[in-house]
């Protein structure tokens, strides 16, 4: 029998390469739109420095990520388990770590690839549009795939 109704998303874990950019943006914004009504982490496949571009573009849309310290999947695993419902992985190397940890966890996988705007070349500004862009995509693609699950 086909279950029509798929499970409520309880927990949802965003992960990238390094847990300074991308992933800690997502985890910020869902935890701004979605408040306690999903459990919300992120980690990196291996650990990063705290990017400050992250916290100065959040800061724009009024979202506070200054306490960021990037983890690992690893140490999330280490500290607290993997008990997430949905796995949102941002990079290509993060991808293949999570598809790796479903053989083990029954959470749903969904790619969600965005440039690193770390690699963006040029001006503060140029780079700073860069951030501003991976943070529009990832407040536009939360509310519209985790609002509704919450």
């Not at 980690?43 to 420095?49: E, F, I, P, S, W």
């Not at 969904?110 to 549009?129: A, K, M």
């Not at 943070?135 to 509704?148: A, C």
Request: with cysteine; proline share 6%.
């Amino acid at each position: 029998m086909i279950d029509h109704h798929p499970r409520p998303i309880q927990a949802v874990l965003f992960a990238c390469g390094y847990n300074a950019i991308r992933s800690p943006m997502a985890e910020a914004i869902a935890r701004h739109y979605l408040g306690k009504s999903i459990y919300v982490q992120s980690a990196g496949v291996t650990k990063g420095d705290v990017d400050p571009f992250t916290a100065a573009v959040l800061e724009e849309i009024g979202i506070d990520a200054h306490k960021h310290k990037p983890r690992t999947i690893d140490e999330l695993d280490d500290w607290e388990g993997l008990n997430f419902d949905l796995i949102i992985s941002l990079s290509p190397e993060a991808h293949h770590k999570a598809l790796d940890l479903t053989r083990t966890l029954a959470a749903t996988v969904e790619y969600w690839p965005l440039p690193d705007p770390s690699l963006t070349q040029g001006t503060r500004d140029q780079v700073l549009e860069a951030y501003r862009d991976v943070r529009d995509v990832l407040v536009r693609q939360i509310q519209t795939r985790l609002k509704q699950a919450a």
